[in-house]
């Protein structure tokens, strides 16, 4: 074509970035890698090839790690980790800002070298996952330098094991890394055995930064090889895929007193309101389901539009999609490029095949080079009982629908097993903020789409998994209070068999739905003072019981929408009525466990209720620092229904430690009672009832936390599982909050101080809520 | 469009002028529910317009000839108080000739030429008689330009001695007040006036989107000055503060792809001040490209109001033919 020619057609032709220095920076490496091992590579060994999905090269030849591979760089972290936590942050955050900087430097051969490897764009390497990842060591250098000042309770976890995807390989792999070495961890870092290559150019950065031996191990190969990580002496794995996976890495870890963090699918809802900017809407979407092939974890998959405007809408998406260029990854005017490996082409297309007539499929007139490519494709007129309006596809196919109204476009976007980002477009402030918080997502960006900032805390609700990465609180997930308890002694109800009749008759009978409930099964146990004289009967719940106080919590929504200055009047007025009855309940109790200390632990108990009062309305969100015109809202959102194993050895202090803090934050709660000594609660409903605690809200119930906790882990309308039971359920509770991926915190048989320090804080707060990141850009 | 295959864009064989080709936007009622609905988002706009270079990327050959585009698309344009019949001259002379002869020629594109020459009222006939027989539009800006603040019988007036002069094109000013003022009738009234003043001439309306200030001040004013008839929507005068910027091009450009989906009537897009380096010229290229179309991407639908664009293209377009970098003083001054 002549000069003149494209003077005609305007034609965009060719932008290709070169693609020599990557693969000459792969034929230094001898095309053939090993490990990276305790700060050196090994010699390369029997493996699989990693492809260039766009052509189908062959790019290296990798090493799937065997066990004893896997068992070396697990003892190269193990052995370097207390040195590297004794350097201090201060001495760390120069390792980390060496890391952030060589990144920089070699910028362009890490975003050539990802683009290579996953088929990406080379725009979206070069302009985002690069100075993303760049970001993350920046950030984290920083909050190396703070830990001592801002965490002074906090300490690493030791060594952890890192499972990364091959969406973002080099972005996910800054995600883990990163914090992780700030806070004073080693790693063991597996990548995707499709993506490994950036992964492997790094290990290369950390020679040239000097970093210390051991302290990052990176190990290739398949899933087998993650499953080894997940089983090795490590303290702490997190994982990023898909939620498949991250449910049997769950399983595995139930029990083992491993830390876990886990970031998986979604289906994310993108909300278009009729009073939006529908241009800007429009090309959002091609940001939110077209960036990096729709191959993201958050990406905006699932169109909502306000019915009045659908049609126009979907009109104007069309003519937006008959635009995107698709082709070459390393050609500088391309949209979409290469998917990963044709196993994920064809399970893209299997998906959209399998659709059944349902809705109409539009993809653009455009010719597929050759490669891996699957192309932009809409499926609209999806009615929400259609597969593929709920199952995560994973590529370039955004699914429509319509709605009429705020309330609607709420109930259809929650209506999904996932909750890890949101997108709501509307030019009204007040439509857009108020669904923003009633979106169960860990995300939601309003009038945007896929913001990221290693600022701002990322990270989903629901099946979408838990724990967050990136602000502060992503420092959770890789630090541990520094006092951690002793073994918990096991404490026995006491025995007997004499009937010492009561004055009158009194029946302890379960809490739900602020009403008194006989069990359903219809069984009670005696309950013994020291020396076996009986004191009462407690009921024995059931998994039914166990229904039906979940269903009163679930009903008890109120709560959550209150205000927190409501909140705390609420837990003022239980603890005045509980001072009132101090005498009662302190006798009680010093029955029931046969000690003195009754009057003391009503006192601290009162006290507890008067903290979180104190704490309803003092637990604040924060706006954080990201590279935008407008504010991320980090806000503390309630988990929802908490179910709680209490404390056996302090029968009231322990209940209200835990429920306390978690009615502080809007939650409603499920109590089993301490086992042993299950009368305190069930005196306890009677203040409840007296001092205007809404049904439902707090619900009791009493019998064998072992025969408990699988119906309360494993039930699906529950958020997150608490234990601090000396009962040994930590692993059932674990195990059976895979199925919803349900938050759990358990003592995994360790001792808590209830009536000192450990016995209240932060630590419950954290805990009690989710943090939502709401991002608001603005602009006249 | 099947007969545009022909139209090369240059002064040789295209008209610049839209009413040769196409109907001409006759305009319509003013529709107020439509003008309502007008929206824009900053952020999501600016996240568009500053993500899009990164996008879009032209090389070698395509480039100098999306520069020799651009070239094709310039009114080129003096408008200052010291204007003389010479400097006119001198103007023109550069809007015939816009690069050297032998790069056009390395090029293949001889005959390339600006889009028109645009001036003040009284410059119009020194204008005239020196681009005479290349067909190449002299456009007069109008209407108490810049400020539109004299006599609303006088701005009428201008616009028909400019006319009576000869000038094909006109270049109008809106009233800023109408606008901030949320005076839509008014507007739509002003620019109707002023288009029939117009007649035959082709009627640019600057809103000079730098006292807008919103973007959706500019959303909703392009849509009244296409319904009252403009031919083409200018974002400034380029005495303004700000003046043409990629996000009130996204602004101004949805706008007109929407006014062509309600009406199928093609509106021009004229970004005006501040647009001086040629990897500027191709980023509004491509948004056009982009947001609008291919057919836009031609003097009758699009121009570039700009004065020293062209040196930096010429530069550009010098180093494409002979792989070294260029001076300013190796070519022609305008």
Redesign the interface.
Known sequence: ???????????????PESAGDALAWIVDQGSKFGHFIDGSFTAPGEGFESRNPATGEVLATLTQASQSDVDTAVEAARKAQPAWAKLGGAGRARYLYALARLLQKHSRLFAVLESLDNGKPI?EA??IDIPQAQRHFYYHAGMAQLMESELPDAQALGVCGQIIPWNFPLLMLSWKIAPALAMGNTVVLKPAEWTSLTALCFADICRQAGLPKGVVNIVTGDGDVGEMIVKAEVDKVAFTGSTAVGRRIREATAGTGKALTLELGGKSPYIVFE???????V??LVDAIWFNQGQVCCAGSRLLVQEGISERFHAKLRARMD?LRIGDPLD??I?VGAIVDPVQRDRIAALVDAHGGEGEVYQPACDLPDGCYYPPTLVSNLSQASALMQDEIFGPVLVSSTFRTPSEAIMLANNTRYGLAASVWS?NINVALDIAPKLVAGIVWI??TNMMDAAAGFGGVRESGFGREGGWEGLAAYTKPKNTGKALKPVAAFEGDTAEPQPVDRTAKLYIGGKQARPDGGYARDVYDKSGKLIGQAPISSRKDVRNAVEAARAASGWTGATAHNRAQVLYFLAENLATRKDEFAAQINRMTGGKSGAAEVDASVDRLFTYAAWADKFDGQVRQVP???VALAMREACGVIGVFCPDDLPLLGLVSAMAPAIAMGNRVVLVASEPFPLAATDFYQVLETSDVPGGVVNILTGSHEELAPSLATHMDVEAVWSFSGADISAAVEKGGAGNLKRTWVNNGFARDWMGAAGAGREFLEAATEVKTVWV???? | MAQLGSQTGTTLDTPQLPQTIEPRNPGMDLDMDRVMHARANRSAIERRAKTLPGRRSVKKDFQAAWLARAISCIDLTTLAGDDTAGRVLRLCAKAKQPVRADLLEALGMQGLTTGAVCVYHDMIPHALKALEGTGIPVAAVSTGFPAGLSPFHLRIAEIEESVKAGAEEIDIVISRRLVLNGDWQGLYDEMRAFRAACGDAHVKAILATGELETLQNVARASQVCMMAGADFIKTSTGKEPVNATLPVSLVMMRAIREYYEETGYRVGYKPAGGISKAKDSINYLALVKEELGDRWLRPDLFRFGASSLLGDIERQLEHHVTGAYSASWRHAAG
């Open positions: 074509m002549t000069v003149k020619d494209i003077f005609e057609s305007m034609d965009y032709g060719p932008a725009r070069r302009d009073d939006a900017d529908i241009d800007s809407a090309e959002g635009k500088k005017c949209d030019e009038n945007g935008m015109r407008g850009p603005y602009g006249a």
